[in-house]
């Protein structure tokens, strides 16, 4: 609570600190930090990793780097503030498609077909994705209600084969299923454990002082610290757990590329206890800067890169130690934060051993993997100085913000660093980027949809960035897009990017970039509400899933398109079928709720509407015929209670699959399977009486 307080307080102080009433100008020059020029608010340090990456040596190199920029910044309550520093702005969830598309489109739907099952809605062919729903065309896994779930679907309607009750300390996010071994990914908080050996400790500084340099003693622990914790579960029976890694820091997102796993996560110091000012006055202070100092000299590589411990399923540890050598560590030429990116590399025919790992003195969040390149983005980082008296009506905070972008190189089972670049303003999610050719494109907005005094500025832009000598180099680059709008979805596919804007009407533009160091956009084709998702069907169709507006802008619920973009300079909508007012589909913002499987496309549904005295509750999916150029509604699915305003939210579907003839429907309250072609409800099981 002390913390937190403190934190609140500093909050505050910060953002009603004064500063000067002079301007200054920075330029971003071009090169792997970006290009052109940007004016900067005074007091303003927009943090971007110039060049390529260094790498460090040996741990000493290590350890006087990150003391030294800690030394300098550490003040009377520590280092909070440049834990996750510098400060970051998000706008919409990544938090961050192919099982339909053509050959030529997107290449995995035939696949699918051929398999006799679907699988996740991948970004991009040969990349698993992490989800909630898993299946092998024999068995489907799910995580419902903190329980792994095995349903057996070979026989006669699904039969549960199997569950295990997840800890309730542990947040499990997502999972993998490969052959007979599901991996569990997440974190958890506040575990608490005992002070690793190593750490600053009363052996390292001695009994007497150990009060001094702010250090438990031996019978104290540390708590409060996100974990990521990765479960080898066996399913070849009863599931069972086989062993447990976790590591410090917050998972993100992760990918599966024949059976090699790669797992991205961001962690901060760990094992520091900050001495606090003792009463208030400047003397308090500086007495707490000064002992604070002293922890940081006294501190060892431990505090400073992210630990991991294995384990059997017993709890005995099988090993432990640092998660990232200190020779495979990389720091930008500016200083961005103590925060390490981490990409951890296992391979799952060998269970939860690290065979590789690599990181960034930098932080991370919107995750994109092609089959050679894995990139990690960083929306719009700068440092807590641009909290001056004006910040949140300043012009140009917004016109300098940059998102950052390193690239690692996943080809083999090694993971290694390559370049780091950036881009102006944000991300939407993971579609905002795409690897082709060697290249990578990139779609972004200036200024975040929520900014408000900077909504006006917003316009968006698609650039090509291509690998140099450890920089990402601004090779090409298309802007002028949606003018006082924000992206709200985007697709690269081949040598064309479809680009979704929105504020009243719904621009859908078509970016020509088969020669990438002139990307043109050709199209443009404004039409009311918006499209969140876009997914392929051919060369010449593309099917937006969003939601209907009036032509001020306000949303009338939910939506899907057909596009036909045969024609780059004139793309065309064929059909829309427009849902109730007041329904909204998950697909909106989690692509892998979508399921496409020959004509027919499946997504989840709710609809609320309290308008007219009409109140009307209804939460489950609805699948819909795709042909050459209309739309059908094949019919709806609902599980039981789907009408229910108290109960229904159980029977929300998030996720759909095909395995032969049968649909399967998945919500916290069970498994539907339907017939595919009728929509027939053929069996239920349900989940929530186990």
């Not at 996740?120 to 898993?134: A, C, F, I, L, S």
């Not at 914790?229 to 447990?244: A, C, F, G, H, Q």
Request: charged share 20%; with cysteine.
């Amino acid at each position: 609570m002390r913390r937190m307080t403190i934190a609140i307080t500093a909050l505050l102080m910060v953002l009603t600190a004064c500063s000067s009433a002079t301007e200054s100008t920075t330029t971003i020059s071009r090169g792997g930090s970006g290009f052109g020029s940007g004016k900067v608010g005074v007091g303003t340090s927009v943090h971007l990793v110039k060049g390529a990456l260094t790498s460090f040596q040996a741990c000493d190199d290590f350890l006087r780097h990150v003391k030294a920029e800690a030394i300098e910044r550490v003040g009377p309550y520590g280092l909070d503030w440049f834990y996750g520093s510098p400060w970051a702005f998000n706008t919409r969830a990544v938090t961050l498609d192919e099982a339909f598309a053509a050959p030529e489109a997107a290449g995995e739907g035939d696949s699918n077909l051929a398999s006799g099952y679907s699988q996740t809605n991948n970004q991009e062919t040969g990349v698993d994705e992490p989800d909630v729903v898993k299946t092998d065309g024999k068995r489907i896994i799910t995580l419902t209600n903190n329980t792994l779930f095995v349903v057996d679907v070979t026989d006669d309607g699904p039969q549960l084969a199997g569950s295990m009750a997840l800890s309730p300390d542990h947040s499990v996010r997502d999972l993998f299923l490969n052959g007979d071994t599901v991996i569990l990914m997440g974190s958890s908080w506040g575990l608490v454990t005992p002070l690793r050996e190593g750490a600053v400790s009363p052996d390292v500084v001695g009994e007497a002082d150990a009060t001094e340099f702010g250090v438990v003693a031996p019978d104290q622990y540390f708590g409060g610290s996100p974990i990521v914790t990765l479960t080898e579960v066996d399913i070849s029976d009863e599931p069972k757990i086989v062993r447990s890694l976790q590591l410090d820091g917050s998972y993100l997102n992760s990918r599966l590329i024949d059976g090699v796993a790669r797992i991205v996560s961001t962690s901060g110091p760990t094992g520091f206890v900050w001495d606090y000012p003792e009463g208030s006055g400047l003397r308090a202070e500086r007495d707490a800067i000064a002992a604070n100092k002293k922890i940081i000299e006294r501190s060892t590589i431990e505090n400073w890169v992210p630990y991991f411990v294995l384990s059997d399923a017993g709890g005995n540890v099988i090993s432990e130690g640092a998660a990232v050598p200190c020779n495979r560590a990389h720091y930008p030429e500016e200083f961005a934060g103590f925060n390490m990116l981490s990409v951890v590399t296992i391979d799952l025919d060998s269970g939860l051993d690290i065979i590789d790992s690599t990181g960034v003195l930098a932080t991370g969040e919107t995750v994109y993997s092609s089959t050679d390149s894995m990139y990690v983005a960083t929306n719009g980082w700068f440092d807590s100085a641009v909290f001056d008296s004006n910040f949140l009506e300043s012009d140009d905070v917004t016109d300098g913000l940059r998102t950052q972008i390193h690239q690692f190189d996943i080809s083999g089972k090694f993971t290694d660093y390559v370049a780091t670049g950036s881009v102006p303003g944000y991300l939407i999610n993971q579609f905002a980027m795409s690897e082709h050719n060697g290249d990578l494109r990139v779609a972004s907005t200036t200024s975040p949809n929520w900014w408000g005094q900077g909504r006006d500025r917003q316009e968006s832009m698609v650039s090509v960035l291509r690998p140099d000598d450890g920089e990402l180099e601004l090779i090409g680059q298309v802007d002028g897009l949606g003018k006082d709008e924000q992206i709200y979805s985007v697709r690269f596919l081949g040598d064309v990017a479809y680009l979704v804007t929105f504020r009243q009407v719904d621009p859908l533009f078509t970016i020509d970039l088969s020669d990438p160091s002139e990307p043109v956009a050709r199209g443009e084709l404004k039409i009311p509400g918006y499209s969140a998702y876009l997914h392929p069907i051919s060369d010449s169709l593309i099917l937006g899933i969003g939601q209907d507006a009036t032509n001020e802008g306000r949303v009338e619920g939910s939506q899907i398109s057909l596009f036909d973009v045969s024609d780059l300079d004139n793309p065309k909508r064929l059909d829309q079928l427009t849902m109730a007012s007041g329904s909204s589909s998950t697909a909106e913002y989690d692509h892998r709720a979508f399921m496409a499987w020959g004509s027919t496309v499946v997504l989840p549904l709710t609809e609320y509407n309290y308008r007219d005295g009409d109140s009307k509750f209804f939460t489950g999916a609805v699948a819909v015929d795709v042909g050459a150029t209309s739309l059908t509604k094949i019919g709806r699915i609902a599980h039981p209670d789907a009408s229910d305003w108290d109960y229904g939210w159980n029977s929300a579907i998030v996720r759909s699959l095909v395995i032969g003839d049968s649909l399967y429907t998945i919500s916290n309250r069970g498994i539907l399977e339907s017939d595919l072609s009728t929509l027939r409800d053929l069996a239920w099981i349900d989940l929530t009486e186990r």
